[in-house]
């Protein structure tokens, strides 16, 4: 199989995988996107670092909220999408 994800269908569950609510099948379909992608990578590895912080300093929070205000400012702040290598 030759599925492959875009930068934007990455982050848009980028969360939710980083959170473990994917399923296996996607969770492959990420991990192997962000083998190759730098920029997914470094965004993955900023997610997590800040679910990890918040995690040790609010273990009562909603992460799962969390993470998606996250993502609704980062929405926010690239109102066109981030473009990396994804086919126009
Ligand atoms: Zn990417």
């Given amino acids: 199989m030759s599925e492959r994800l875009g930068c934007r269908q990455v982050r848009r569950i980028l969360q939710s995988f980083l959170d473990g609510e994917l399923g296996e099948h996607d969770v492959e379909l990420v991990a192997a996107h962000l083998e190759s992608c730098t920029r997914c990578r470094v965004e993955a590895d900023m997610y997590g670092r800040v679910i990890d912080a ?22 926010a702040m690239h109102p066109n999408g981030l473009r990396g290598d994804e086919p126009p």
């Fill in 54 to 75: 918040v995690r040790e300093l609010r273990p009562d929070l909603d992460l799962a909220g969390y993470t998606r205000l996250v993502a609704s400012v980062e929405d």
